[in-house]
């Protein structure tokens, strides 16, 4: 692992040290946007070491079971374990990740329930890193971790981590205790002390030119094909998203939409130009054709002669100029998200396109020559039927008959999972019992009829698997204090499917009953 952009630091001459994980693979982690900020902001400040922790690939859970090296969870700047940092800040942004956060606090000898290493350092004197978490897995619902974590971050961080930050290094210094320390942090209104129990509100960076722009990117210099995000370079344009699609976590929980300046994303443009070496700049944001000067933000990296990558686009912004647009910037494939194949289904979610529309637009992009589009669809919504299945597969049959090559369309199709506080935070029917196998049935028929069609190159390919984790997703995303239980025994029994069935029946918890009652309306987690 070799990044352009990495900061190494003396610890013996900083305050405070802060190791930034992210419960996923190397790969996944530099490819994160949240993860490059999080670094640059920290380490702007000379009294403040910030450096990075990976999970290991291939590890068996739980670690007591996984007999490879300690050193494996070492920082990647300075070789340090984590429980050596003062702070160990996670970014959790899937439900999946879970288990991965177990793992690595299991591994590095931390004990995972917070009460257990509060009377630790009581009783016996041991110290342990301060556990915080941000994210939006977090901002939407930190309850199922409360047991675990001492202090979260909702909402964006930008204006309270430093002065959170802060605040530790008096407490390190003695300045205060540990309860001074927590009464102090009530005055930056979106963090969330569960030994408090408070009532947060959702931080929002109102002018999103006053993030930071982390010019100085961790940009990883190997030139394996998989690692293709790793090296671009990542430049926000904006957050949230005007649409306010009904299952969109970013719609409702990253709102209002903001777009950061022209001049400023100009800016970082040159700047990261100037000071690090790279062939492709990627666009961020939920919604990034939304921004008003986006044809010409493309325009500027394409005369900088440099590639360009964006997210998934609205179908109803995908114009002839914008296609040769990215044409020009050499891109070989479009991102887009019709998430199901009837209109009614859409319109009801609050994407106002046409199948004509997506056929146009599918024709436009055929003619050009980008070679590949993306599709992601939803699988399991509210109100959904065979028919809505059907549709799915009738849409692709008709995009294949325009002509693209064999593999050209790629469709990844995802379980819906509900969060709480969207409108369908409380659409769980899927995912009772009575109903589960019905929507396996038709996980099952629609990947066996895809895969009959020439053009299609299909994702998903173990139905019953990907339901499976998305049910213990939906638990996850929904859950109360009650779940932390479950979620650390269904780890230690070995984190699959099978081992948080035997959780349930140990701890006598029931998801039926519990997911039963977020259908008649109980919300355990309000922003």
Known sequence: MIDEGLIVKDWRYVDLTFGLIYPNSYKLANSSYTIRLLYYMINAYERFLCERIFLPERVKYPASNDHSSINLIRSLENKILPAEFDILGISVHYENDLKNILWILDKAKIPLYRKERNRLREKEDLIYPLLIAGGP????????LSKIFDVFFIGDSEQTLIPFLDKFSDFKL??????????????????????????????????????????????????????????????????????????????????????KSYTNIIHLIDEGIRRIH???????GSCVSSHPKFKDICEYVITKG???????????????????LFERANMNSITIAPETGSESLRFNLGKKVTNQK??????????????????????????????????IINLLKELDEIGFERGALKVNINPFIPKLNTPYGNFVNNYLNDSFEQLISRFQRLTKELKKIRAVRLKSSHPK????????????????????????????????YNDFQIAEKSLEFSSDNYLGKIQEGYIPWMI
């Open 278 to 284: 790279f062939e492709k700049i990627s666009l961020i």
């Open 137 to 144: 897995v977090i901002t939407s619902n930190p309850l199922p």
């Open 174 to 259: 003695g300045d205060c205790n540990r309860d001074k320390f927590y009464t102090n942090l009530i005055n930056l209104e979106n963090i969330y002390i569960p030994e408090l129990n408070n009532h947060p509100k959702r931080g929002v960076l109102k002018n999103l030119d006053e993030s930071p722009n982390p010019i100085s990117q961790t940009i990883s210099q190997s030139q394996k094909e998989d690692t293709i995000l790793e090296r671009n370079f990542f430049v926000e344009v904006n957050r949230g998203c005007p649409y306010q699609c009904k299952f969109c976590i970013s719609s409702f929980h990253n709102s209002p939409f903001r777009n």
């Open 465 to 496: 698997e990907v339901l499976k984790s998305a049910k213990l997703q939906t638990l996850f995303s929904l859950g109360d204090t009650t779940i932390s239980k479950i979620i650390i025994e269904y780890y230690q029994n070995g984190a699959k």
């Open 358 to 391: 997506i056929l146009d637009v599918a024709t436009k992009i055929f003619n050009s020559s980008i070679r590949y589009i993306k599709f992601y669809f939803l699988l399991g919504l509210p109100s959904e039927s065979d028919d809505d299945i059907e549709a």
């Open 306 to 324: 440099k590639k360009l990558s964006i997210p998934s686009i609205r179908l109803d912004h995908i114009t002839e100029d914008l296609i040769y």
